[in-house]
């Protein structure tokens, strides 16, 4: 079984777009959708509503900066500093170039940071290029079947 | 000074030059320790340790029949006897003993069996009493001894004299008067120490020094600090054999320090100067004010003379009445002049004080600016700009002398009398400018009040050529001559303008701090309005962050599903529809790069500079490479010359580069050759880079708009962009230490260049 993806991203705009984005990349992993820091954050550690859900952890988490609750800066924060997790990949999905959120995240151990390009075209190859850098190695195994929220 | 000859008579360079060997020998002959005394009186000197004589002139045998060699050793009763050896430690007691000879009284000796009657003189020196006793005539020995009654009339006239004239003169006369010599002047130093005589009284036995300069080597340095200690002395005769002072045999004697005694033999250099003066006699006394030597009155007699002691006294105190006198004189006239200027600047600093800048200060009390400070001419500089008022060099020649006083010293206040001879290049305009007073209002941004005075030609009489021969005589030693000529001549001096009065520079420094206050005023309004430009600045750069930022994802999000419905469902729109897709296609793309524009700029002014050394030759390249040529088909010729290693933060130069090369590409889209020229000059601050194209250009009337926000000077259908791209270009280099700017030729070619500091003083950011 192949490690899902984690999202988590507030806006449904961007989160419908960073579907299909994912979606056109053909990779075969389950995307996981998490609507703010708090609820990535129980996925993460397995509580509330994902108390049940099977044990490991995903294989990447394409994290909004600015999220309700608790936002991107500090579940980054929570997931460096919590040792099951620590070797998580993450990877900042942004609309922000500030130097000083571009400086913290990578303070906190961010394995890339992303600028959410203007063009579609553009943000589609953004996409694929995470999806086959991190997600997985490529190749679903036969037979497997894709999930879509 | 110029000196120029006039009247054939004499010329010369250098009359008083400080530097000819005369001088300077006869500044270092100790003539305080003469060893010697004039032959009209005896002396001894008692050494206070052991109450006994220690030294004696070899005269005293024929003075009071005692010898010399008798007399060294003993105590002052086995000279004097027991009574006058009283009266003379009695008179020691008075504090005056130690001031200057006083006199103690009359006193009587016989001596080869006449007797001699003396004036009976002790003052107190180096350890020693010193008793000397001046012979008197027998006209003086019949005198009172006190004549100070004399003196109670002539004090009622001199208060009564009017003007400082008058006083001199009748001082002059008095003295005289009172000594019976046929010539006596009042001869007042000036700066250098060159003298003048500023008053004479005379009979027509000797010719008249009035107003005659005489040379400062006339007067040298230690004979001038011998004047100030001892305030009276004469030369009975000018011809006189030296006595010697001997001292105990055996014994180490020193050389008796004579500068208070009245009897010390003056040099022999003076002797042959009186001489050759045709003086057989001279009587001077110190004018002193404050503790300086600023004068003295000076008697001359053809034949040899004495005057009392007592009489002498009488002159001393005429003399410290003068002084007294004039200072009063003085300082009443100063403070007069004083009051007198106040009135005019007292309105002046009220009308001053409505501006806050310098010149419009300056110039709002422009009519009383000349008279303040008795001034012919006036100039203001500040920021670079100088206003002149009246008569003054030219602008040209205002700035050289700026720069000058720029380099000169902390003084807030320079009073120049002769510019030209501190500052050679104001020998173009001494007749404008011979004097300046010139107020520094502040030393960091270089402002300047200056005063100009016009040179006034004067013409000075010297007596006599100044210099001293050397001769060498029999035995081989040099000896210093005296000048021989006192024979008139006449120097003109030039370059000089009239001096500069206590009360005009006191003034001129009250001034000042009229005009500090409105240029601080200045400052402080200025640092306010920064601070308040800062703010808004903030703000603005705040909100536009804001709004551009938020504006940023409903961009994406049209451009995206308008690129989706394009791809997706571009099939069941029609023509006409899919035209108009391309519309909301362009206007959001369009939409979202001016967004990320302006979000580049905001953090372009709030990123921190990392400064490193960036070869240019190895960056420009690489922006080249990167610029996108639309159509690729299109002949671009790069012409770059080798370019410099800059410090500077290389992903913003990077920027800059990119923007000025992308401008280059598209502003010569129609040309059929595009040629690119880039290529870097050095100044002795900057490296300078010039970019050049052969496109549209731009009129050059616009040019100042080209670098600002939003700014475009092209139709849209002509040339796409936000405006966005020049203006960072102007903020980088600025944050940078440098500049932006551009030129052009319309329809031929455009330059654009910016500077970067070679040592770089990057601004803080914006949000610092």
């Known amino acids: 079984m192949l490690k899902p993806i984690l999202l988590v991203e507030d806006n449904p705009r961007d989160l419908d777009l960073s579907l299909r984005a994912l979606a056109r990349t053909r990779l075969a992993n389950e995307v996981v959708v998490a609507r703010d820091g708090e609820e990535a954050w129980n996925y993460l550690t397995r509580r509330g509503n994902f108390a049940d859900r099977p044990q490991g952890n995903p294989a990447v988490v394409l994290l909004d900066l600015k999220l309700p609750k608790i936002d991107g800066v500090e579940l980054l924060n929570l997931i460096r500093n919590e040792p099951e997790l620590e070797n998580l990949p993450v990877v900042m999905l942004t609309a922000s170039r500030e130097q000083t959120d571009v400086a913290r995240s990578y303070a906190l151990g961010v394995n890339a940071y992303v600028v959410k390009p203007i063009e579609f075209v553009d943000f589609l190859e953004a996409i694929r290029d995470l999806g086959v850098f991190w997600a997985v190695i490529n190749e679903p195994p036969p037979g497997s079947i894709r999930l879509r929220p | ?113 006449e007797q001699q009657v003396f004036a009976l003189l002790g003052h107190r020196f180096g350890g020693h009493l010193i008793v000397e006793g001046e012979c008197l005539g027998e006209e003086d020995a019949a005198l009172p001894v006190d004549v100070n009654h004399q003196l109670q009339a002539l004090l009622g006239q001199v208060e009564a004299a009017r003007g400082v004239e008058e006083l001199l003169g009748l001082v002059a006369k008095e003295v005289r008067r009172i000594s019976g010599f046929d010539r006596a002047l009042v001869y007042r130093f000036d700066g250098d120490w060159h003298g003048r005589v500023i008053a004479e009284d005379r009979n027509d036995v000797l010719p008249s020094y009035l107003h005659l300069h005489f040379p400062a080597s006339d007067v040298p340095k230690q004979a001038r600090e011998l004047y100030r200690l001892n305030r009276l002395r004469l030369i009975a005769n000018a011809d006189y054999e030296p006595v010697r002072l001997c001292g105990l045999p055996g014994a180490q004697t020193r050389p008796l320090d004579l500068s208070l005694s009245t009897l010390r033999s003056v040099s022999p250099v003076h002797r042959e100067y009186m001489r050759n003066m045709g003086t057989g006699a001279s009587f001077s006394i110190s004018l002193i004010r404050g503790g300086e030597l600023w004068g003295l009155i000076s008697c001359h007699h053809r034949e040899p003379r004495t005057v009392p002691f007592g009489l002498r006294v009488s002159c001393g105190l005429l003399a410290q009445v003068l002084s007294l006198q004039l200072a009063v004189r003085e300082q009443a006239e100063g403070l007069a002049q004083r009051m007198r200027l106040q009135a005019i600047l007292t309105p002046m600093v009220a009308a001053m004080a409505r501006h806050e800048r310098l010149v419009e200060g300056v110039e709002a009390c422009r009519d009383d600016l000349l008279r303040i400070v008795g001034a012919d001419g006036a100039v203001v500089i500040e920021d670079g700009r100088v206003v002149r008022y009246g008569t003054t060099p030219t602008e040209e020649q205002i700035r050289a002398l700026a720069g000058w006083l720029n380099r000169q010293g902390d003084d807030d206040v320079l009073a120049i009398e002769s510019l030209s001879q501190v500052f050679p290049e104001a020998q173009a305009y001494t007749p404008v400018a011979s004097g300046l007073l010139a107020l520094s209002v502040s030393r960091l941004r270089h402002s300047w009040v200056l005063w100009f005075r016009r040179e006034v030609v004067e013409t000075v009489t010297w007596s006599g050529a100044p210099e001293k021969a050397v001769s060498v005589d029999a035995e081989g030693a040099r000896r210093l001559h005296p000048r021989k000529s006192f024979d008139q001549w006449k120097e003109i001096v030039r370059g000089r303008s009239l001096p500069w009065q206590q009360a005009e520079v006191d003034t001129a420094r009250e001034f000042r701090v009229a005009v500090v206050d409105i240029v601080l005023r200045g400052a402080e309004k200025l640092a306010q309005l920064t601070e308040e430009l800062t703010r808004t600045n903030r703000e603005l750069e705040n909100f536009s962050y804001t709004v551009s930022h938020d504006l940023r994802a409903p961009f994406r999000h049209i451009r995206s599903y308008a690129e989706l419905l394009k791809v997706d469902k571009g099939e069941l729109l029609d023509d006409e529809g899919r035209e108009f897709l391309g519309y909301v296609l362009s206007g959001a793309q369009y939409a979202g790069r001016l967004v990320d524009n302006i979000l580049g700029f905001s953090r372009m002014g709030r990123v921190t500079l990392m400064i490193t050394t960036v070869a240019l030759d190895e960056l420009l390249p690489e922006v080249v490479r990167q610029v996108k040529i639309d159509p690729p088909s299109r002949n671009v010729e790069w012409v770059i010359s080798p370019l410099p290693r800059v410090q500077a933060d290389q992903t913003l130069l990077f920027r800059v580069l990119q923007n000025l090369l992308e401008n280059a590409v598209k502003f010569t889209r129609d040309r059929e050759v595009t040629r690119i020229e880039v290529w870097a000059e050095e100044t002795a601050t900057e490296h300078v880079v010039h970019v050049r194209d052969n496109g549209v250009g731009f009129d050059e009337r616009y040019k100042d708009k080209l670098f600002g926000m939003f700014q475009r000077l092209h139709a849209w259908e002509e040339f796409e962009g936000t405006g966005i791209g020049l203006a960072s270009v102007r903020r980088i280099v600025a944050r940078h230490g440098g500049n932006a700017w551009a030129a052009s030729k319309l329809g031929e070619s455009a330059t654009f260049s910016f500077s970067l500091p070679i040592t770089p003083s990057p601004t803080n950011p914006i949000y610092a």
């Open chain 2, 1 to 113: 000074m110029v000196r120029e000859k006039t009247g054939g008579i004499r010329v010369s360079d250098t009359p008083m030059a400080d530097t000819s060997v005369d001088y300077s020998a006869c500044e270092h002959e100790p003539i305080h320790l003469a060893g010697s005394i004039q032959p009209h009186g005896f002396l001894l000197a008692v050494d206070e340790a052991t109450g006994r004589v220690a030294q004696a002139s070899e005269n005293l045998g024929a003075m009071i029949g005692r010898e010399v060699g008798a007399v060294l050793g003993q105590t002052l009763d086995e000279v004097l006897g027991a009574e006058w050896a009283c009266r003379v430690r009695c008179a020691a007691k008075d504090p005056q003993f130690a001031l200057g000879a006083v006199l103690i009284d009359r006193w009587t000796a016989r001596a080869a069996g």
